[in-house]
């Protein structure tokens, strides 16, 4: 059984027969319009019978997350005097002219800074491009013109362009820089206050131990049988300008220091009454 042209039923007396329409269809209780709408019936239009009317589908197209290439920031910069300088390249199609801003600084070819009094400086501009070539053109004073010190290629009209290459590997010093700084500011304490830290409980009171190679003090050694009694043995090079005291006994300090001079090493005592 199924429905004709004409909106009749096959083999039936009755010239009037039932008919669905569209109206039939849009009869929808109020409980489905809080159904999903998975298993949500459309309204259809009331002018449209049911066999010309189609149920819109659903979208199922996703859309693929877009891939932003990474752009990278690179230096553009006229020498010479000019009164307005700008750029147009490849990276923005030729379209429109970007002014370049001008410094009164120009860099010397060792790298330093040098002021012009005469206010005839350097132009400068930074653009942040996507990894690749691209040409480029300075547009100065109102002519066309190419920097001969960089690199340049013909282009369509018989003249040169500038090009430039941006490799994302000239930044990779950069980039560990920048992680490195983000690393030790992640161990910073984030928070200021007016409290005082505790001090270090492991930090020693007093003073540090003396290093082994001082503990060999000349004075305290006693004088070879076959050397003369007058004269001390020749010191170790890291005992010189040091300053040595003995134990205080009968109310006087005892101070001593070596120096060398030349290939003669003189060693002084200072007594002191306490």
Sequence with gaps: MGNTTSGKRHNSGDDAGPTITANRLGDISLEDDFAPSLFKTSRPSRDLPLDTYQRPRS??????????????????????????????????????????????????????????????????TILNLPEGEHQYKFYVDGQWM???????????????????????????????????????????KSDYGQEIPPRRSDKIAGPPFIPPHLLQVILNKDTPAH???????????????????????DGVMVLSTTHRFRKKYVTTLLYKPI
């Design 59 to 124: 979208n199922t197209v996703t859309h693929s997350p877009t891939l932003v290439e990474k752009c990278l920031p690179t230096v553009f910069r006229w020498e010479g005097a000019a009164k307005e300088v700008c750029l147009s390249g490849s990276f923005n199609n030729w379209k429109n002219t970007i002014p370049l801003a001008k410094s009164t600084v120009r860099l010397t070819d060792r790298g330093r800074q040098r002021h012009d009094s005469d206010g005839n400086g350097d132009f400068f």
């Design 146 to 188: 190419h920097d001969q010190n960089e690199p340049t290629v013909p282009n369509a009209m018989g003249t040169l362009n500038n090009v430039v290459v941006v490799n994302k590997s000239d930044f990779e010093v950069f980039e560990a820089l920048a992680i490195d700084s983000e690393n030790s500011g992640n161990k910073r």
């Design 227 to 249: 050397c003369e009694p007058i004269l001390l043995p020749e010191p170790n090079h890291v005992m010189l300008n040091h300053l040595y005291a003995l134990s205080i006994k």
